[in-house]
């Protein structure tokens, strides 16, 4: 049985230029309860142990995504992103602070990160929160989100 047979029907696939393997041992860092999980070397001329992995499978807190080595000609937009339910502002303040380094801020808890992967780094109970106006008002402030001050908001 090969390993893809065990993954769940719906698994992300990513698609890298060519720095898959160094995208996944970042990402690998900065979730707890990650692993990588497989990797496809090409076949060929019998230097496939040197050469790049075509794919890498990899576990993120029980997610599994797969990357690809894919070459330059697809690139990722703010239309795919991943969602980081965070249960403390300590959460948010760390998923922020290790995604965006080298990347950039957005709006309202988004992100990409050096690799032009966009994620939302949002408090758990966003959506109760921003159902009062004045929290969304709030949230639509902020790039990193601050429960604290989303909390006072939706009390006003």
Known sequence: MSALESYPRITPFLWFDSNAEEAVE????????????????????????????????FELDGQIFTALNGGPMFHFTEAVSFVI?????????????????????????????????????VPARLSELIR?????EA?????????????RAAQE
């Not at 990402?27 to 707890?32: A, Q, R, S």
């Not at 965070?86 to 602070?97: A, E, L, P």
Request: include cysteine; aromatic fraction near 10%.
């Open 26 to 57: 970042f990402y690998l860092t900065v979730f707890e309860n990650s692993r990588r999980l497989d990797e496809l070397r090409p076949a060929g001329d019998g230097s496939a142990s040197k050469s790049k992995p075509l794919t890498i499978a």
């Open 85 to 121: 339910r965070c249960d403390s502002q300590q959460q948010v303040d760390h998923y922020w602070s290790r995604l965006s380094a080298g990347g950039s801020e957005g709006q309202c808890g988004w992100l990409k990160d050096k690799f032009g992967l966009s994620w939302q780094v």
């Open 132 to 136: 009062h106006p004045r929290a969304m």
């Open 139 to 151: 949230m639509l402030q902020m790039k990193k989100l601050d429960i604290a001050q989303l909390e």
